[in-house]
């Protein structure tokens, strides 16, 4: 069997995204910087978490560490990538048409349509599309608005999909938790940029980030801090334009809570190609023999035959070792892992010969 290294980020400590809170009810130009850092913390433990939810699905997986002590020169790796095609059922089945409003009441019917009609040319479900992805993915999407910097009368917002990993919101304590703060950070070369956003005011802020952001393997003492203010402006929106979207109430993503079995799959796949391979490439066993001067095992694994000596009266035996793994039991554990993957995810199960149509 083989083991798998550790990662910044493991699959049992996944128990999905935190939500940031923040201790003021409203951000201001004195406390907007340590706001802002006592935010970060938590969404660096986000960022983590996504950035291994993010890089699994694009097959970056535990199973690639994989490392054996007996018989090191057989290592496979297999992957079954379970966690695209999970993520891509939800897709379609929740993105089955492009979101639009309809009305409740009579009369605001032009006006709905309307709007739907703004939200088409603004590119909004082109938004969505990435925004599902990302929540179904991660466990939360995150979208942006902004008005038209042209003032087309015909367009007058664009909606864009953010990174989750870099942008955030942060909530206030209060019932209900309205939003306080919508943030969206940028790193390079160590220095840190922010744009914090409330109802009334922009603030743009510089800082300082230790740590790689968003790569495959980001350190976990990744560490952000806002230093400064550099600038602040008015808020045309009135509004936040930061808004947060979640897969479920505990910011899961849709194949999170399956890891360790997707994790197994894997593992049992891997170790089942090694078995095939050391059947075919099984150790030989000299019983009572002599080989002759100048010749060795491997001759005899190379040329496929060599004469033996029998040592003494004892007859020279000469045998392959070895023992095949059962594929059809290991199948059977495989069948039933993947059916406990489906009916977790609800997803339709890929059982043959049921009775029930509900699946489909």
Same mark, same amino acid.
């Given at each position: 069997m083989a083991? =798998?290294?550790?990662?910044?980020? !493991? +699959?049992?400590?996944?128990f999905?995204?935190?939500?940031?809170?923040?201790?003021?009810?409203?951000?201001t130009?004195?406390n907007?910087? +340590?706001?802002?850092?006592t935010a970060?913390?938590?969404?660096?433990?986000?960022?983590?978490q996504?950035d291994?939810?993010?890089?699994y699905?694009? =097959?970056?997986?535990? /199973?690639?560490?994989r490392?054996?002590?007996?018989?090191p020169e *057989?290592?496979?790796?297999?992957?079954?990538?379970?966690?695209?095609?999970i993520?891509?059922?939800?897709?379609?089945?929740?993105l @089955?048409?492009?979101?639009?409003? @309809?009305a409740?009441r009579e009369?605001?019917?032009?006006k709905?349509?309307?709007?739907n009609?703004f939200l088409?040319?603004?590119?909004?479900?082109?938004a969505?599309?990435?925004?599902v992805?990302?929540?179904? %993915?991660?466990g939360?999407?995150?979208?942006? #608005?902004e008005?038209?910097?042209?003032n087309d $009368?015909?367009?007058? *917002?664009?909606?864009?999909a953010?990174?989750p990993?870099?942008?955030?919101?942060v909530?206030s304590l209060? $019932?209900g938790n309205?939003?306080?703060?919508?943030? =969206?950070m940028?790193?390079?070369d160590? !220095?840190a940029k922010?744009d914090?956003?409330t109802?009334?005011?922009?603030?743009?802020? @510089?800082?300082?980030a230790t740590?790689?952001l968003?790569?495959?393997q #980001?350190n976990?003492?990744?560490?952000?801090?806002a230093?400064?203010?550099? &600038?602040?402006?008015?808020?045309?929106l009135g509004? /936040?334009?930061?808004i947060?979207?979640?897969y479920?109430s505990?910011?899961?993503?849709?194949f999170?809570?399956?890891? $360790?079995?997707l994790?197994? /799959?894997n593992? !049992?796949?891997?170790?089942?190609?090694d078995?095939?391979?050391q059947?075919?490439? &099984?150790?030989l066993?000299?019983?009572n023999?002599?080989?002759p001067?100048?010749?060795? &095992?491997?001759?005899?694994?190379d040329?496929?035959l060599?004469?033996?000596?029998? /040592?003494?009266e004892n007859?020279?035996?000469l045998? !392959?070792?070895?023992e095949?793994l059962?594929?059809t039991q @290991?199948?059977v554990?495989?069948d039933?892992?993947?059916?406990?993957?489906l009916?977790?995810?609800?997803?339709? +199960?890929? %059982?043959k010969?049921? %009775?029930s149509?509900s699946? %489909?």
């Amino acid at each position: 069997m083989a083991d =798998n290294e550790n990662m910044a980020v !493991i +699959s049992n400590d996944l128990f999905g995204r935190l939500d940031i809170y923040a201790s003021s009810d409203e951000i201001t130009a004195e406390n907007v910087v +340590s706001e802002l850092n006592t935010a970060l913390p938590y969404h660096v433990q986000n960022l983590l978490q996504e950035d291994f939810l993010y890089w699994y699905r694009r =097959n970056v997986q535990p /199973i690639l560490n994989r490392h054996k002590e007996v018989r090191p020169e *057989i290592l496979n790796i297999v992957q079954e990538n379970h966690a695209e095609e999970i993520v891509a059922f939800k897709n379609g089945y929740f993105l @089955t048409q492009p979101a639009f409003y @309809t009305a409740r009441r009579e009369g605001v019917q032009a006006k709905v349509d309307k709007l739907n009609e703004f939200l088409y040319r603004s590119y909004k479900q082109v938004a969505d599309d990435k925004v599902v992805n990302w929540f179904h %993915t991660v466990g939360k999407g995150v979208l942006y #608005v902004e008005p038209d910097r042209d003032n087309d $009368p015909d367009t007058p *917002i664009h909606c864009y999909a953010l990174d989750p990993r870099s942008a955030f919101v942060v909530y206030s304590l209060r $019932p209900g938790n309205e939003p306080v703060m919508g943030v =969206n950070m940028v790193v390079s070369d160590g !220095i840190a940029k922010f744009d914090v956003f409330t109802k009334d005011s922009v603030y743009h802020l @510089t800082g300082g980030a230790t740590g790689r952001l968003m790569t495959t393997q #980001v350190n976990s003492d990744f560490l952000a801090t806002a230093v400064s203010v550099d &600038s602040v402006e008015p808020n045309a929106l009135g509004m /936040i334009p930061i808004i947060e979207y979640r897969y479920n109430s505990v910011n899961m993503g849709a194949f999170e809570a399956v890891l $360790p079995l997707l994790d197994e /799959i894997n593992n !049992i796949q891997s170790n089942r190609a090694d078995g095939i391979e050391q059947f075919i490439q &099984s150790l030989l066993v000299l019983v009572n023999c002599e080989l002759p001067e100048g010749k060795s &095992s491997r001759d005899v694994r190379d040329k496929g035959l060599i004469e033996l000596k029998s /040592i003494g009266e004892n007859k020279a035996e000469l045998k !392959i070792f070895s023992e095949q793994l059962d594929q059809t039991q @290991t199948q059977v554990l495989v069948d039933n892992l993947y059916e406990q993957v489906l009916r977790i995810c609800a997803m339709p +199960s890929s %059982t043959k010969g049921g %009775t029930s149509t509900s699946d %489909t």
